[in-house]
Each structure stands twice: as structure tokens, then as C-alpha cells.
């Protein structure tokens, strides 16, 4: 099994910035991918930004220029830096790894999920 334990969200004010942080622990040989995707209510869950181990990165158009995601693949650790908070940016923020097992299985976890809130 594999834990994704996110940290960082909160509240900010519009215009704001906030910084997510996602560790993975436990069968882990390696992992290929780390991302983060978000969630609004009545809404779908939506990717927001990911990372592979070459370094390679793709954003939502929704958040280029505004939000960077980089990656301690030697920690098995992704990060989230939220520049020019927005309202609409208001979501619970998940993170997900494609992580190789040590019996060699390609399996997708899901982090717990952490709040993100932008309002005055």
C-alpha cells in the first residue's frame, strides 16, 4: 500500500499565493508521475498540473503563468506553488502518483485531499 499525504491548503485572499505539498510513503520502488488535480463543488475533478521524472511538466490552461509544480523525486515528494490566487481556484486539491511497486505493479493513488479556499 501507498499513502500520499498532502499538506498546505487553507484560506487566502484573492490575489494571494499558497503552497500544497504531497509525500508518498510505503511499497514504492519508484514513482513515474506526481500531479494534482482539484475538485470544486458541483463540479468534476479536474487536473491541474503534473510532473514526470524526467522533469517533464504539463498545466490546465486555467492556471499557466499562475500556479508551478516541481517535484523531490529522490523524496517522493510533489509540490504546488499557487501564484495569483482566484476565486475560482477555490477547490479540494488532490494529489495523485503513478507509483511502481516493489512487485513491479503500475498502480495510481489518490492523496486524502486538502482544501483550498480563496475569498475576501
Known amino acids: 500500500q501507498v499513502q500520499l499525504v498532502e499538506s498546505g491548503g487553507g484560506l487566502v485572499q484573492p490575489g494571494g499565493s499558497l503552497g500544497l505539498s504531497c509525500a508518498a510513503s510505503g511499497n514504492i520502488h519508484t514513482i513515474t508521475v506526481m500531479g494534482w488535480f482539484r475538485q470544486a463543488p458541483g463540479k468534476e475533478r479536474e487536473l491541474v498540473a503534473m510532473i514526470n521524472s524526467d522533469g517533464v511538466t504539463n498545466y490546465a490552461d486555467s492556471v499557466k503563468g499562475r500556479f508551478t509544480i516541481s517535484s523531490d523525486y529522490a523524496k517522493n515528494t510533489v509540490y504546488l506553488q499557487m501564484n495569483s490566487l482566484e476565486p475560482e481556484d477555490t477547490a479540494v486539491y488532490y494529489c495523485?502518483?503513478?507509483?511502481?511497486?516493489?512487485?513491479?505493479?503500475?498502480?495510481?493513488?489518490w492523496g486524502q485531499g486538502t482544501q483550498v479556499t480563496v475569498s475576501s
Open positions: 495523485r502518483s503513478k507509483v511502481l511497486t516493489r512487485e513491479y505493479d503500475y498502480i495510481f493513488y
